[in-house]
């Protein structure tokens, strides 16, 4: 909920802006995102190419 709320509220802001400029500040924002998720611990795991993954995140 929260990076939708930040891409709407990132996407607003970047609208009056020149391309160049939005460009570069949308992939300062994606970098920092993924600087900031968490990282998981998989002690085993056997996945199959027909095993779906679900990615579950609280906020």
Do not use: G, H, W
């Not at 891409?7 to 400029?21: P, R």
């Not at 900031?36 to 990615?55: M, V």
């Amino acid at each position: 909920m929260k990076t939708i709320f930040m891409l709407i509220v990132s996407s607003i802001f970047l609208s009056t802006v020149s391309n160049k400029i939005e460009k570069d500040s949308i992939e300062k924002v994606m970098t920092y995102k993924i600087q900031k998720t968490e990282k998981i611990k998989i002690e085993s795991a056997t996945i199959s190419t027909r095993t779906p993954i679900i990615i579950l995140k609280k906020d």
